[in-house]
């Protein structure tokens, strides 16, 4: 199993996601340098946090137009596995491999908090591991993270079972001072519609380790590598479709 | 060359954070009769004399604003 991680000039996270995949996971991983057309073999795709060209323009924006995202979106087209975190999210967003946009945090502050999600659904390669309903922690860091998509565009989601992950808290209820950025109806991550592309906007890579505060992250890269593995085909979305 | 001049905001009806804290600030300093603001992104982009305003058009709708969130008024003739 390969992962490729990938590299644009002003992403800042993708050291923390090499070193969970090779050091905590024992995997190969590779960089992927976003001026590169290739996704050079990789099985399972991660677009890292950071600040990819400046989130000029807006989060994710120029990165969408970076010669690698071609390659992105015929891997996702042949429904390789695709997870963004953080700016990894934004740049899928803005690439239109996944539905909404990002809105600047309601506070206008820049959120660095340990928050909890609530799976929503786990149908895709990330999230088959997991529990719906389970309440997982991990950490967020944005600006930009406030998901917002019209109504037409929210119900439909909301029917086609694609958010992922809603903001919550330890008992899994949709509070509203469990919404750290003002995401609409507390979404933190969602898919396409065939699920093998997930957005999320809390970090697993930081929650990848006891020694970090929590273990939960790993459960979403161990997923993934169930899916490969083939271990569970029956609960696939992308297989069935 | 000449220059086009476009301005993006983000859409009515869409929460502009910070436009209202600008707001507050001007309240702050006494203008008080201040209404709504809106705060957005102003670009100038050099274009060939007679360039094809629907160029200009794509340009705004496929990536210097996201049509889901903003809208944008192109100002300068090509």
């Given at each position: 199993m390969r992962f490729g991680v990938v590299v644009f000039?002003?992403?800042?996270c993708d050291r923390d996601c090499l070193h969970v995949l090779r050091?905590?996971?024992?995997q190969d991983a590779d960089e992927l340098w976003?001026?590169?057309?290739?996704?050079?073999?990789?099985?399972v795709l991660i677009l890292p946090g950071g600040f990819a060209?400046?989130?000029?323009?807006?989060?994710g924006a120029v990165a969408a137009?970076?010669?690698i995202m071609s390659a992105v979106r015929a891997f996702a087209a042949r429904g390789g596995p695709v997870l963004g975190i953080c700016n990894g999210f934004q740049v899928l967003l803005e690439a239109g491999l996944l539905p909404g946009a990002m809105l600047r945090n309601r506070s206008l502050r820049f959120c660095c908090t340990t928050v909890f999600l609530r799976?929503?659904?786990?149908?895709t390669p990330f999230t088959r591991?997991?529990?719906?309903g389970q309440v997982l922690r991990m950490p967020i860091a944005h600006g930009e993270g406030s998901y917002y998509a019209p109504a037409a565009l929210a119900e439909r989601l909301g029917q086609e079972e694609r958010v992922v992950f809603r903001y919550c808290d330890a008992q899994g209820r949709l509070r509203e001072g469990a919404n750290p950025n003002g995401s609409l109806h507390h979404i933190a991550g969602v898919s396409s519609a065939s699920g093998n592309v997930v957005g999320m906007m809390p970090h697993p890579e930081r929650a990848?380790?006891?020694?970090?505060?929590?273990?939960?992250?790993?459960l979403l890269f161990e997923s993934v590598l169930a899916y490969l593995a083939g271990t569970?085909?029956?609960?696939d979305l992308v297989a069935r479709r | 060359m000449t220059t086009v001049r476009i301005v993006i905001t983000l859409k009515p009806?869409?929460?502009d954070a910070a436009g209202q804290a600008v707001r507050q600030g001007l309240q702050a300093l006494g203008?008080?009769?201040?209404g709504d603001v809106r705060v957005g992104r102003y670009l100038e982009i050099a274009v060939p004399?007679?360039?094809?305003p629907t160029q200009i058009e794509a340009m705004c709708e496929r990536f210097l604003a996201n049509p889901l969130i903003e809208e944008w008024r192109i100002g300068g003739t090509p």
């Open positions: 000039p002003g992403s800042n050091s905590v996971l024992g976003s001026g590169e057309a290739s996704t050079s073999g990789a099985d060209y400046g989130d000029y323009l807006r989060a137009t970076a010669p799976v929503e659904s786990a149908r591991g997991l529990r719906e990848s380790e006891a020694l970090l505060g929590s273990t939960d992250g790993r569970r085909p029956d609960n | 009806g869409i929460l203008y008080g009769d201040v004399r007679g360039a094809d």
